[in-house]
């Protein structure tokens, strides 16, 4: 099953002026920033509580993050559930027909294995399944 949710990510077309925006409304500073180069994605987290807010900026025209800002303009891009056997929740949901946009797990931000569910099969939200993953040193 699903856990609790990890983290709440938002699409931002400027990443440094959502950050400075975010750290006013949320009364907290960002703690890391991490890029995606893969993605083309830079993020930047905060933590409230168990849950954490990912500020999605884009750093190409390729970026994920372009094009959907694009689409349907800055806000929330998906939410992000933990499980503890990404493999195991990717062969249950599959298993119930649903659609995923990944065949393999592929590594995230903040040093997850994440893939993600079908929009369309979750009620037009993207949803994230993140697994922790410590890769080798
Ligand atoms: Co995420």
Do not use: W
């Given at each position: 099953?699903?856990?609790?949710?990890?983290?709440?990510?938002?699409?931002?077309?400027?990443?440094?002026?959502?950050?400075?925006?975010?750290?006013?409304?949320?009364?907290?500073?960002?703690?890391?920033?991490?890029?995606?180069?893969s993605e083309?994605?830079?993020?930047?987290?905060?933590?409230?509580?168990?849950?954490?807010?990912?500020?999605?900026?884009?750093?190409?025209?390729?970026?994920?993050?372009?094009?959907?800002?694009?689409?349907?303009?800055?806000?929330?891009?998906?939410?992000?559930?933990?499980?503890d056997d990404?493999?195991?929740e990717m062969?249950?949901?599959?298993?119930?027909?649903?659609?995923?946009?990944?065949?393999?797990?592929?590594?995230?931000?903040?040093?997850?294995?994440?893939?993600?569910?079908?929009?369309?099969?979750?009620?037009?939200?993207?949803?994230?399944?993140?697994?922790?993953?410590?890769?080798?040193?």
């Open positions: 099953m699903l856990k609790h949710l990890d983290h709440v990510g938002i699409a931002v077309a400027n990443l440094e002026e959502a950050v400075l925006r975010y750290e006013q409304l949320l009364g907290s500073r960002c703690y890391k920033r991490e890029r995606v180069e083309q994605v830079e993020t930047a987290f905060f933590r409230q509580g168990e849950t954490k807010l990912e500020l999605l900026g884009a750093t190409g025209p390729e970026s994920v993050i372009t094009r959907f800002i694009e689409k349907r303009g800055e806000g929330l891009h998906h939410i992000a559930y933990e499980v990404i493999h195991a062969l249950r949901l599959t298993g119930e027909g649903y659609r995923l946009l990944n065949d393999f797990p592929k590594k995230g931000a903040d040093n997850k294995l994440i893939v993600f569910v079908h929009p369309k099969d979750a009620g037009g939200v993207l949803m994230e399944l993140c697994q922790a993953h410590n890769p080798d040193p």
